[in-house]
C-alpha cells in the first residue's frame, strides 16, 4: 500500500484521517493552516514505494522541487540535505543489522519538510515509521512545533537504530581478533568482508554530521522551539558518537588486515625453517646410512671375491690368505670410517 499513514494535526493533536491525498489536500486548505483556536494545522503524509501519479499529486499541492522529486522516485541517493525555497529535503541512509549474514542493511529514507506538511517517502520496510508517528502522538507538547518536530523525531530514530549497528560491529571485530590471533585460516576473508561493511556504514551515518549542523543552524535562525534544538544538538552528539566509532572500527580492521598478513607471513616463514631443517636431518641421516654402507661394502665385496669357489684362485692354497683377508678387510673398513668420520658424516 503506497500510503503508509495520511493524518491531518492541529495544535499537536491528531484530527482527522482522509482516506485519500485529495481530501487530505482539501482539508489542510480548508483549515488554512489554522483552526478555530488558532492551533497551527499540519499534514504528515507516509508513503512507502509510491507511483508517479501519487508523488506528482504530493509534488503539486506542496509545490516539491522537480529534482528533489526525482531523487525521491529513482532512490539510491546518497545522504544530503538541501534547501528549496520553504521547503527542506533530506535524504537519510536508516541502518540495521542481519545477524543471519552478518551483514550491515543499509536502507533509503527521503523527507519533504514544509511550513504545514511533513511527507515521508520509503522505498524499504524499514525503518518503521509509525513507531516514531505513535511516539510524538503521544507528546503533543513536542507535534505542536510543527513539521520541524517530525523531522527531529524521524532523525532521533534513525541515529537511535545506528547503535545497535554498532554494538553488532563491536562484536564481530572482538571475534575477527580471536580469530586471528587463534591462527583461524579463513579469518582473512571475513576481515575484507567486515571491512566493505564498515565502509558503506561509515558512508550512511558521516554526511549525517555536516547535515544536522546545518540543520541546526537553520533552527536557531528561525527560532525553532528551545527544547527542540537541545533535542537536535542531542541527536547530532549520538551522530558524531557513531562516526567516531565507525570510523574506529575501518582504522582497526585495516590494522588487523596487517597483522594477520604479518602473522601469515610468520607462520609461513616458520613452516620454511621446519621443512628445511627437517630436510637438513634427513640429509644427515642418509649420509649415515651411506656411509656405513660403503664401510660394510668393503669387506662384503673382499669376502664375495674369496666365496666364489674357483678351483685356480691364487692363495686359496697359501696359508697366511685368510689371516691377510681378514685384515684387508678390518683396515679398508678403518680406512672408510676415519675418513667420514673427518668429512663429519658419522
Known amino acids: 500500500m503506497p500510503v503508509v499513514d495520511n493524518a491531518v494535526y492541529v495544535d499537536g493533536r491528531r ?10 489536500f482539501e482539508l ?5 493552516g489554522r483552526d478555530g483556536q488558532g492551533g497551527r494545522a499540519m499534514a504528515w503524509i507516509g508513503l512507502y514505494r509510491p507511483t508517479d501519479e501519487e508523488i506528482a499529486s504530493v509534488a503539486a499541492e506542496f509545490g516539491l522541487h522537480e529534482l528533489a522529486v526525482e531523487d525521491a522516485v529513482h532512490a539510491h541517493q546518497r545522504p544530503k540535505l538541501e534547501r528549496y525555497g520553504e521547503t527542506l529535503f533530506m535524504v537519510l541512509r536508516p541502518a540495521r543489522y542481519d545477524d543471519r549474514g552478518e551483514a550491515v542493511e543499509i536502507d533509503e529514507l527521503h ?3 514544509g511550513a504545514d506538511f511533513a511527507v515521508t517517502v520509503r522505498h524499504a520496510p524499514k525503518p518503521d515509521l509509525a513507531l516514531v508517528r505513535r511516539r510524538l502522538e503521544d507528546e503533543p507538547e513536542v507535534l505542536r512545533q510543527g513539521p520541524d518536530a517530525v523531522l527531529y523525531a524521524i532523525l532521533d530514530c534513525v541515529v537511535d537504530d545506528y547503535l545497535p549497528v554498532v554494538a553488532e560491529l563491536q562484536n564481530d571485530v572482538d571475534e575477527i581478533e580471536t580469530q586471528v590471533f587463534g591462527g583461524d585460516p579463513g579469518v582473512s576473508r571475513r576481515i575484507y568482508a567486515l571491512s566493505r561493511e564498515v565502509i558503506e556504514f561509515q558512508r550512511a551515518c558521516e554526511p549525517l554530521l555536516a547535515m544536522l549542523e546545518s540543520l541546526l543552524a537553520g533552527f536557531e535562525d528561525h527560532g525553532a522551539d528551545v527544547e527542540l534544538q ?7 552528539d549520538h551522530a558524531t558518537r557513531v562516526a567516531e566509532r565507525v570510523e574506529g572500527f575501518r582504522q582497526l580492521l585495516t590494522s588487523i588486515l596487517t597483522v594477520n598478513a604479518s602473522l601469515i607471513a610468520q607462520r609461513q616463514s616458520e613452516e620454511t625453517t621446519r621443512l628445511t631443517q627437517s630436510s637438513l636431518d634427513q640429509g644427515e641421516q642418509v649420509k649415515k646410512i651411506s656411509s656405513w654402507a660403503a664401510i660394510l661394502f668393503a669387506p662384503s665385496l673382499v669376502g664375495g671375491v674369496y666365496g666364489m669357489n674357483f678351483e685356480r684362485m691364487p692363495e686359496l692354497d697359501w696359508a697366511p690368505g685368510y689371516p691377510l683377508a681378514l685384515l684387508l678387510m678390518l683396515l679398508v673398513s678403518l680406512a672408510l670410517y676415519v ?8
Do not use: C, I, N, Y
Open 15 to 24: 484530527t482527522a484521517e482522509p482516506p485519500s491525498l485529495e481530501h487530505t
Open 28 to 32: 489542510l486548505r480548508g483549515q488554512d
Open 111 to 113: 523527507v519533504f519538510v
Open 230 to 236: 537541545r533535542g537536535l544538538r542531542d541527536v547530532a
Open 339 to 346: 675418513m667420514f668420520k673427518r668429512r663429519g658424516w658419522l
